[in-house]
């Protein structure tokens, strides 16, 4: 099959297409980056950048349909934030496998209070008490609360300490909505699946560790869950879930809170890759064997600040953990050349860098015209 690959700045983009190439695909790389990690993957077809989906989007549906065309693309997989546009797109060319959800779906579930309605009812979890805020005035002083905007990623505009002081600066109105949350304390826990068309075809649980912003993790240690086992198939049955979900969770003392969904691939992906047996159509995948720790390089060592380089445990899990980003035998200082563009993309967008990761990608709600 050929396969087009989309958000090739991600580390899980190297990990589809090392898997697509892997089981005999032909693979092919976009993103709106110019040199993105993706680009320097040795044996893919071909990198083709295109315009930022979100800043000019009519342009960027043209040039992923004649992407399809031109390249003979039989699937489409998405990794990052692009999905969202995608779902869009999909709907110009039926006759391609686009490996997403639909619309509808995709929408309430990146959208931090429709999620849980896309919930109710499912086995094995709860749902923190969470309301819409759309003015300041609505906000309740409340230190046993959170607050986060209802598009959000990376935990970096979580106000963790509901206080007057903590609220001035957020700029809250019904056209940028933000959430109220019941404060759950305890363990954080992910999990990451892939569906095709309601059949659960992997599943991996996994304890985030070396997080940027307290939320965004470098490193990825595997566990077995049964009752997120018994979730998971119970979402994709009900919603007949087509392609890649992750959720965040926090247990606390016997329960699983869910925090939140994100409908896209996200780094459990690395904890498959090689339980793999068969790759499109049809997947299969293993049992794992031995539980591993998984991490994504240097940014592991100062994730949590320059004096985890100090901590025993630190180092410890380095070595002993899978740097899945010298599996894919990048070309010497590929990883530095993509950084620095993500770095100049920061300074253009007077944003911080792991925001700009995202920033000509994410999609906050607004609505497209193609």
Known sequence: MRVLITGARAPVALEWATMCMHHGHEVIL??????????FLRGIESYIPTASPRFAFPTYQQQILKII????????????EEVYYLAHVAKQCPEVDFFLPNVGLLNALHNKLTVFEQLQGLPEITLPKTRLVADKSEIEINKRTVLKPVYSRFGG???RDVTTQSISAATISPLYPWV??????GTPVCNYAIFEHGDLKAHQAY????????????????????RLDTFIAAFGKRHTYHGQVSFD???????LYVIECNPRATSGLHLLSSRCNQLLPNMEFTSPSKQRLHHLGPITLIAEGGLSLFKARTWQD????????????????SQIRSMF??????????????DASTVDIEWNGEALNS
């Not at 997080?211 to 965004?216: E, F, I, K, L, T």
């Open 180 to 185: 109220q949350q019941q404060k759950i304390h």
């Open 318 to 333: 380095w070595w002993s953990g899978v740097n899945v980003m010298q599996q894919h035998n990048l070309p010497a200082g």
């Open 157 to 159: 505009q979580v106000i």
């Open 30 to 39: 976009t993103d709106s980056l110019k040199k993105p990690l993706g680009s």
């Open 341 to 354: 563009e993500l770095l100049r993309l920061a300074r253009q967008n007077k944003t911080k860098w792991s």
């Open 249 to 255: 969770f926090i247990k606390s003392q016997d329960e």
């Open 69 to 80: 065309t031109q390249m003979r693309i039989d699937i489409v997989i998405p990794t990052c």
């Open 207 to 226: 304890v985030p560790k070396y997080c940027v912003n307290g939320s965004a993790a470098s490193a990825f240690q595997p566990i077995s869950c049964e």
